[in-house]
């Protein structure tokens, strides 16, 4: 367990509505990371953050921006849902440093309907 | 050509058995890999991590690297039920910021048989 916890854990939400994922995190690790994961496409980064108020774009952003006000929390967020956005969506983190591996939360799934 | 690639399966095995698992990459650039396991329903989970060249062991995995094929496997011996699960290898070049990113295979689901 990394120390990593995200809510909500299920949602189902309507075409159209913005939904906000939260990822958080107990251990002070500088990265954190937002990917979804869908059949036949594996991970793909959605955007990733380097520090507090410090993100960057990962490849499939489109539809999604992040906040980090806090060291321990990133936020995710659909301003405005569609479909295309059906997903299990998994945070990350990784310690600042020489060593690269990423360790995982325990995912939400989200229906947008 | 994907920078990342996997064998798809599904792969089902007898218990016991010792199980390959393979991954090939194009961008000569990475450096640090590893593999990932995932049960139904549950985050990836890290399994192992490799720096470079040469092989890795622990208990019953084995990862190995071989950077002038840019070819990466996981061995499992004496495969178990447990063992049953969707394995992803993820590889980075290092650095910082969009350098430290991982890349995923799409992953393979292995089914271990009693």
């Known amino acids: 367990d990394a120390g990593i916890t995200q809510s909500p854990r299920h949602k189902v939400t309507e075409t159209g509505t913005p939904v906000t994922l939260r990822c958080h995190q107990t251990?002070?690790?500088?990265?954190m990371y937002w990917y979804r994961q869908d059949p036949g496409h594996g991970l793909r980064l959605i955007h990733y953050?380097?520090?507090?108020?410090?993100?960057d774009k990962g490849e499939v952003s489109d539809g999604y921006s992040v906040s980090r006000s806090k060291t321990e929390d990133f936020l995710l967020t659909l301003e405005s849902a569609t479909s295309s956005q059906t997903s299990v969506y998994f945070c990350?983190?990784?310690?600042?440093?020489?060593?690269?591996?990423?360790?995982f939360g325990p995912g939400t799934r989200l229906t947008v309907t | 050509q994907k920078e990342v690639e996997q064998d798809p399966g599904p792969l089902s095995v007898p218990e016991g058995a010792i199980v390959s698992l393979n991954c090939t990459y194009s961008n000569s650039a990475f450096q640090y890999f590893m593999w990932y396991r995932q049960y139904s329903r549950k985050g990836p989970e890290l399994l192992m991590y490799?720096?470079?060249?040469g092989n890795k062991e622990d208990g019953r995995f084995t990862a190995q690297v071989d950077k002038s094929s840019k070819y990466i496997s996981l061995f499992i011996r004496d495969s178990q039920p447990s063992d049953s699960a969707t394995y992803l290898c993820a590889m980075s070049s290092g650095g910082a910021g969009a350098n430290s990113k991982l890349t995923f295979g799409k992953g393979i689901t292995l089914s271990v048989r009693p």
């Open positions: 953050s380097y520090g507090v108020k410090d993100t």
């Open positions: 490799t720096y470079s060249s």
């Open positions: 251990e002070n690790h500088r990265y």
């Open positions: 990350a983190i990784r310690q600042a440093g020489a060593s690269y591996e990423q360790y």
